[in-house]
């Protein structure tokens, strides 16, 4: 399996606001994935990441609340934008394993409260 | 797109009795049905997971099995014991490695 890490695991910021969460991965995996899970609830996939070319984003999430990066094959960022309190969330980073394109493997999660 | 729908939503066991959780899934292309438990506070953990070329697969007390005519695959857990309590998610996966998760169920294992 992927060793995933995050960064921060949890903060508090102020409506209006950018967070910028970072991910890293113990090897390069080709794919990156970033979630969003609202408390007592289902994970959402917010975008891929894609390294060298732009995010892949799903229905109702746009680069411009979500920008991300992917600068290599083991990191990935996203910044969570001019934030609101229903941006309140733990939001996941994710990415295959070391064997299969299939399996992910997630980080530990970043705890977001916007206040 | 994939639409997962998972039931029950809560589930409570007494130890040692069984768990079912199941699911269903939209898309007759996907080929790859994982399982996650989430622990409070902690991630998704990949417990167990099938390849649509696998009715059955078992790792000790856990199970799943798939259905792909009907389109719906099922999570057993055997002699529950109270750390199975947690949050397991079933997913699917689509297009491009993504994977689609169901709503989620909530085990309690009472002692």
């Known amino acids: 399996s992927a060793v995933i890490s995050q960064k921060p695991s949890r903060d508090i910021c102020q409506r209006g606001t950018s967070l910028t969460i970072q991910c890293q991965v113990d090897s390069q995996v080709t794919m990156m994935f970033w979630y969003r899970q609202q408390p007592g609830q289902s994970l959402t996939l917010i975008a891929t990441a894609n390294q060298g070319s732009e995010a892949t984003y799903e229905s109702g999430f746009v680069i411009d609340k979500f920008p991300i990066s992917r600068p290599n094959l083991t990191f990935s960022t996203l910044t969570v934008s001019n934030m609101s309190p229903e941006d309140s969330s733990i939001y996941l980073c994710?990415?295959?394993?070391?064997?299969?394109?299939?399996?992910?493997?997630f980080g530990p999660g970043t705890r977001l409260l916007v206040l | 797109g994939e639409n997962v729908e998972q039931h029950p939503s809560t589930l409570s066991v007494q130890e040692g009795d069984s768990a079912v959780i199941k699911c269903t899934y939209s898309d007759s292309a996907s080929n790859y049905f994982p399982w996650y438990k989430q622990e409070l506070g902690k991630r998704p953990q990949l417990i167990i997971d099938?390849?649509?070329?696998?009715g059955e697969k078992k790792d000790q007390r856990i199970a799943v099995t798939l259905n792909k005519t009907a389109k719906h695959f099922s999570l057993h857990i055997t002699e529950t014991q109270p750390e199975d309590s947690a949050v397991y998610f079933c997913a699917a996966d689509n297009a491009g490695n993504m994977l689609t998760f169901g709503g989620g169920t909530r085990l309690m294992v009472k002692p």
């Open positions: 994710s990415a295959h394993g070391r064997a299969s394109q299939e399996t992910q493997y």
């Open positions: 099938i390849r649509s070329n696998v």
